[in-house]
């Protein structure tokens, strides 16, 4: 019999393996193969040319960090069954296997879905193939398995998703800022009342997280540049859906766009989105330089060239005068009419959270035996408040 176990060399965590044999048959699964097209940061590598890393590397971090936390947790005598692992295990792997195109970028895009309902379509269907093994792993990722704590590691503010995304885009941008202590972390985790909590010796490496989180954001994720270039996709794909070009889509972009108004709901809806990647906007976006809407071409020209929009911010949102005067320069300056002109101008806002004290807050386990969260024992607590910024949109002139 062929041996499964199989070791990866991930450039962050070394040699890596995982402890059960259906991990590694979820893994070869085209399901899951498909993360491998799927880019972790949309258009960032737009600005950081290394982050063109994938969810298929995210997805096994994770997992790895995981594991990690599963030994740490037993060696201080958490009672965790063998299928309990498995069943977490898959959870966390599996989590992210709902992404669409461009990941974030292109979220409720092309179907009106959030990723994790998507996930949890695949683990159904996974779960009927491999004869019911994943219903654990299932009920932990939503959250009713009666140890929650188990969820926490997949979910919650200070989950191993975070700690792998944190780390991951901050190697391959090479945002040092970003970096996270997740070996000092792991080590300090434990539980109590079926709470994941963190004992105190570990609040300066917590604090560390939650910065690395706020410049990560605003750094990288939401980056200038990188929020011009996505915006234009977002706007790009809306407009092709918008004017049904069919003969400019590939097939499996084309099932979503004729089928808008249907519920995405069946068998054959989750088999066409699993051969849904970056491939096909990509081909998307090679045909459209020759749509026949000026405007649709003008986007997708400029991004495939890296001809990307002027952006501006604020802190509050820009007057009807404003956005007016840029439409007028617009129409002069690129000889279009008012209403090609505003479809050119892309105007929004984006916020962000480092951390909330208003639910399930990282619980701090002190000296004396104390459950304290974060905020009552931080001196550093970062960003609590939603920091929203407008931005405008639109061609240089």
Request: proline share 2%.
């Amino acid at each position: 019999m062929r041996n499964k176990r199989k070791i990866f060399n991930d450039p962050i965590y070394g040699l890596i393996s995982f402890p059960f044999e259906i991990l590694y048959d979820l893994i070869e699964h085209p399901f899951f193969q498909r993360l491998r097209r799927i880019s972790q940061m949309g258009l960032s590598h737009y600005v950081y040319p290394g982050a063109c890393h994938s969810r298929f590397h995210h997805a096994l971090g994770a997992l790895h960090l995981v594991t990690r936390c599963i030994y740490a947790l037993r060696d201080k005598g958490i009672k965790i069954s063998h299928d309990e692992f498995e069943g977490v295990c898959i959870a966390i792997l599996l989590h992210d296997i709902g992404h669409g195109p461009f990941s974030h970028t292109l979220e409720n895009k092309i179907i009106s879905k959030h990723h994790e309902e998507i996930s949890l379509m695949f683990m159904q269907a996974l779960n009927k193939e491999f004869d019911g093994r994943l219903a654990l792993g299932i009920e932990i990722f939503q959250n009713n398995y009666p140890k929650h704590f188990l969820h926490q590691l997949v979910s919650s503010q200070l989950d191993m998703d975070r700690m792998d995304y944190l780390t991951r885009d901050s190697f391959y941008t090479g945002v040092i800022e970003g970096k996270v202590g997740y070996d000092r972390i792991i080590s300090m985790l434990n539980v109590v009342e079926d709470n994941l909590v963190i004992e105190e010796k570990a609040i300066y490496s917590v604090e560390k997280f939650l910065s690395a989180r706020r410049i990560m954001y605003w750094q990288v994720y939401l980056h200038k540049t990188a929020l011009a270039a996505e915006q234009m996709l977002k706007k790009t794909i809306e407009l092709s859906i918008q004017s049904i070009e069919d003969d400019f889509l590939p097939k499996n972009l084309s099932f979503f766009v004729s089928n808008k108004e249907h519920k995405f709901e069946s068998t054959e809806d989750l088999e066409v989105f699993s051969k849904l990647d970056d491939h096909d906007i990509w081909y998307t976006l090679k045909n459209l330089v020759y749509s026949r809407d000026r405007i649709i071409r003008f986007y997708a020209d400029s991004i495939l060239q890296r001809k990307l929009f002027k952006i501006e911010f604020s802190s509050k949102a820009f007057t009807s005068d404003y956005k007016e005067d840029i439409r007028h320069k617009i129409c002069s300056h690129f000889k279009v009419r008012e209403g090609e002109a505003a479809k050119l101008i892309l105007n929004d806002n984006e916020s962000n959270q480092a951390y909330t004290t208003a639910t399930n807050e990282i619980l701090i386990l002190r000296k004396t035996g104390k459950i304290i969260p974060f905020s009552e024992l931080s001196e550093n607590l970062i960003n609590t408040q939603v920091m929203v910024k407008y931005f405008l949109c639109y061609p240089r002139i």
